[in-house]
């Protein structure tokens, strides 16, 4: 917060990390700011850990982002007894992701308790299409491909068809099925209220920064409907506002909200029938965004 005072209030979190790591680029001394007393105090963090402290920063108020002069960080009222010491701010430190832990045969058990319920779900999805058709559960695909899904969570053919072990046949033949597993997945995952409030702020605060969601997710090391659904229970919330996180013609976005409308008492919280209504041309971290901006509106 010093080096945003220092540096006139004026500059983005690119360049305030490359002055707090020291870095002497051209920019910066032309600006004189290899000179200010911020200038290289910050090596004991690297550019990511610093990207997660300016992410809490925005999101507990401290900082705000300055849109109109292209992202810039301004400090707020919020932030003034920190910086006179009179008043002790604790962050979290990012953790490492969790490596997979692995077992002999189908029990397997992931540092995540979502990637278990998800791989078992997808197993019993594999099973039930291997009893149907008589044949042994290998046959429909591999462990290693299921592997794949579940790192993966692919939301539509396309993405699924980049996976190890599906050919164009089994794409046809097996991968709505699946895709329709692993979105219901989604849909549970995003719902659920544990570590909601303090992650999706993140994702929020990085949003604002002017990250796309895929630049979110590469950031978090999250999957990109992770971070939609971080979008939308912000949209929901309406803390956000529809047509900065969905770039679609309002048109589009007013056929999604008829289909969303239009579903029967009994789907009104289902995403699939709206994503087959529109042949999956629209992914189900828009509609899930679409669906939240409506909750909001109507709530």
Sequence with gaps: MSCIHRTQQRFGVAYLIDVLLGKAT???????????????IGKELDEKQWYSVFRQLVARGLVAVDFERFGALQLTEACRPILRGE???????????????????????????????????????RKAIAENQDV?????????????????????????????????????????EFLAVISEFVDLSNSGPIGLADTMAESVALFRLGYSVKQIAQQRELQETTIYGHLAQSLEQGMLVLADVVELPEQEIRLIEDGIINLPEEQKNALKPVYELFDGHYSYGVLRCVRAALQHQTS
């Design 87 to 125: 008043q002790q701010l604790m962050l979290r430190k990012d953790l490492q992701p969790e490596k997979i832990k692995g077992s002999k045969g189908g029990g397997r058990q992931f540092a995540k308790s979502d990637d278990t319920l998800l791989w078992n779900a997808l197993r019993a999805k």
């Design 26 to 40: 051209e920019r910066i001394i032309n600006s004189a700011h290899d000179k200010q007393s911020t200038f290289g």
């Design 136 to 176: 042994p559960p290998y046959v429909i695909f591999h462990d290693a491909t299921l592997m794949a899904m579940l790192e993966a969570k692919p939301t539509n053919r396309q993405q699924m068809s980049m996976l190890s072990g599906i050919g164009e046949r089994k794409l046809e033949l097996y991968a709505d």
